[in-house]
């Protein structure tokens, strides 16, 4: 950790938070209190400088528009990359997903991206809609991915990058492989809240962000019968 | 009116009456959408020498075309579709069963409202909002407001009641006119209703520059779009209409939300000749819509229902609410879209310190949402569970749409 509390930065809410994606900067931050650790929790606007000195940074989906004008901004303040440089975590959600990568399309045009993953990211021929699933590469040690995803993109992964997940239901990347990750950068199509669903995920960035091996286990009741749920309904769904 | 479309006016309130008898549904959708197929024009027929006008937008257009309809009413009778079938076969149902009327009040669906533009030729359109709602299925909002906008390009003399408080809306609703054309920018009436969900709108739908916003003021840093000098105004209890008179409304229906809703009726009346001084009193003859704000007395208990569909109507939901026990329902069918992400964009802390019971089919999502939001809950599977599990008095009911409607069937369909 870069200082006393744990510093949380949500990249943009002005422009990248059309899906709940809120959530993620909440569930960090109560997992990280119910462990006694300090947390500061930072709004960053699309107007205003990044700090480069936070532990996680989020970056959340977004619609074509602020999608693009987001990355803009990313690229010209700079304070990302000098943060992943220094060994900050980044969580990519959809748009904010794409937009780490070397290329993204948004409203018809080929966009620049941070290139901070090595994927990039064209149209596909369909919108993906609906429950996404998948297993988690067995590197990071996690129980099975859960999420929706909504997004019109398909993105293509570069040998320097490895997928999060392989797809049981859904599309992710491209029907096959979803997600991606690299160091403390990690990337997903599950989209808005994902970690509402996928709490081992947000322990995974915590252990990340502090250096620690393990976390004291939480009450995970309910999230544990809302990934049942879903799991369930995936299966009926295919049955 | 053709043969053609008398047939099928006569067939589609027939099938309505036979959806009602069978108690399969209110008959609003059913007995239109067969009249559409007998005559594909019957819309545009059964609109034919009507004054109309169109209520569109994300939230309040139930309530808005309900109150409308009650203050148009001061010039005579009024054909509506009240129980919030708001797509072209629910106007053909409200329209055909309702027979002639001088005046017509609908209820659009957003993405439909290009379409009943060319199919009635209202005389008025009424804007309420753009917010987000069932992203899975619906467009993009800033794409909603492009094809408003194109919409009202094609219908400039069409008259347009708008919100000045929604960038979104105020850009919709002013496409430029083509003076070489001879056509013109369509006349807009503004109003002020409040708005208290603003997450939509920090982008210029122009130029993509940031909006910035300073009380209730707000414009574009790019370009010359800025908040209008609305004409109706909220204010205390009651409305100021473009004269500067100010007008008491007393209303049934809780909630500030529900006074932004009565000035818009009034605004739409008034493109009428309906003077508000006239409508104002017949707003309050209003106490349910739908079956919303319905109080029904059961076991002792006397259940208010609230809809809430999305991010913004939750926070109007929960300044409508009584301090009181709240059962909270959660459903993600079709209508209801099927994404719950966006229940992290609703701030539950306004019930803490209540009893809060939650249902419904996605009750987990919400278990988890509640949860991080630090709010207590008890999980129930039924309804007369949840009825059971609090003590006689009020019991406040805030749910999404097919929630709402389980819930309203378990009362016996109230309205």
Redesign the interface.
């Known amino acids: 950790m870069s200082s006393e509390s744990l510093r949380i930065v949500w990249i943009y809410p002005?422009?990248l938070?059309?899906?709940?994606?809120?959530?993620n900067a909440?569930?960090l931050a109560?997992r990280a209190r119910q462990r006694g650790m300090p947390v500061e929790v930072l709004e960053v606007r699309?107007?205003e400088r990044l700090p480069a000195t936070a532990d996680i940074y989020l970056v959340g989906g977004g619609?074509?528009?602020?999608q693009a004008?987001g990355a803009q901004r990313l690229l010209a303040d700079g304070g990302l990359h000098r943060a992943v440089a220094q060994g900050s975590v980044v969580f990519g959600v959809c748009a904010g997903y794409q937009l780490l990568g070397t290329s993204f399309f948004a409203k018809g045009v080929q966009c620049r991206g941070l290139e901070l993953l090595d994927l990039y990211s064209d149209r596909g021929e369909s919108r993906a809609?609906?429950e996404l699933a998948g297993e988690i590469d067995p590197r990071l040690g996690l129980p099975p991915l859960t999420g929706?995803e909504?997004h019109g993109g398909r993105t293509h992964l570069g040998p320097e990058v490895s997928p999060l997940a392989r797809v049981t239901a859904g599309v992710g990347n491209d029907s096959a492989t979803e997600g991606a990750w690299r160091g403390k950068l990690l990337g997903t199509y599950s989209?808005?809240?994902a970690l509402?669903?996928n709490p081992a995920l947000a322990d995974l960035l915590l252990r990340w962000a502090t250096g620690a091996h393990q976390l004291p286990p939480l009450d995970d009741t309910?999230?544990d019968?809302?990934r049942n749920?879903r799991r369930s309904a995936v299966a009926a769904a295919r049955a | 009116m053709p043969l053609r479309a008398k047939v099928a006016s006569s067939v589609s309130r027939t099938a309505a009456a036979l959806s009602r008898a069978a108690g399969r549904g209110d008959g609003s959708v059913i007995g239109g959408w067969i009249g559409l197929k007998i005559d594909p024009d019957l819309l545009a027929h059964l609109s034919a020498g009507r004054a109309i006008a169109l209520v569109s937008g994300t939230n309040g257009k139930t309530t808005t075309t309900r109150l409308t309809s009650a203050a148009v009413g001061v010039l005579g009778r009024v054909a509506t579709n009240s129980f919030g079938a708001n797509m072209p076969s629910g106007h053909t149902s409200a329209l055909a069963k309702a027979g002639s009327t001088p005046y017509a009040v609908l209820e659009v669906d957003e993405h439909y409202l290009a379409q009943v533009l060319e199919a009635t030729e209202p005389h008025v359109v009424a804007l309420l909002n753009l917010s987000?709602d069932q992203?899975?299925?619906a467009k993009?909002?800033?794409m909603m407001a492009q094809l408003w906008r194109a919409a009202l390009v094609r219908h400039t003399d069409v008259r347009v009641v708008a919100n000045a408080d929604d960038p979104l809306v105020v850009w919709a609703a002013t496409p430029p006119g083509d003076p070489a054309r001879g056509i013109n920018p369509p006349h807009v009436t503004w109003f002020s209703a409040g708005q208290r969900w603003h997450?939509d709108s920090?982008?210029c739908p122009e130029c993509?520059s940031?909006i910035q916003r300073s009380g209730e003021q707000w414009w574009c840093t790019g370009c010359p779009l800025r908040r209008p000098e609305p004409h109706w105004v909220v204010e205390d209890e009651g409305v100021l209409d473009p004269t500067g008179a100010w007008h008491k409304v007393s209303l049934q229906l809780p909630g500030k939300v529900n006074l932004g809703n009565a000035a818009t009726a009034l605004a739409v009346a008034a493109e009428f000749g309906v003077r508000p001084v006239d409508a104002v009193s017949r707003l309050g003859i209003v106490t349910s819509v739908a079956g919303r704000y319905a109080q029904v007395d059961k076991d002792g208990r006397n259940i208010r229902l609230l809809l809430a569909k999305n991010p913004a109507s939750w926070l109007e939901a929960f300044d409508m609410a009584d301090d009181a026990p709240t059962l909270l329902s959660i459903n993600a069918r079709d209508p209801d879209g099927?994404?719950?992400?966006?229940?992290?964009?609703v701030d539950f802390a306004p019930l803490r310190g209540r009893q809060v019971l939650i249902t419904g089919d996605r009750a987990?999502?919400l278990?988890?949402?509640l949860?991080?939001?630090d709010v207590p809950f008890q999980h129930v599977r039924t309804f007369d569970d949840a009825l059971r599990s609090v003590p006689p008095g009020r019991l406040e009911v805030i749910a999404n749409y097919t929630a709402f409607q389980d819930i309203r069937a378990e009362l016996d369909r109230v309205i």
Do not use: C, K, M, Q
């Not at chain 1, 938070?17 to 959530?23: E, N, V």
């Not at chain 2, 099927?338 to 964009?345: A, C, F, M, P, R």
């Open positions: 002005d422009l938070s059309t899906y709940g994606d809120r959530g909440l569930i109560r699309s107007d619609e074509d528009g602020p004008l809609v609906g929706f909504n989209h808005g809240p509402a669903r309910w999230s019968r809302l749920e | 987000r992203l899975d299925r993009e909002v800033a997450d920090w982008v993509g940031t099927l994404d719950t992400s966006w229940l992290y964009d987990y999502d278990a988890v949402r949860d991080v939001n």
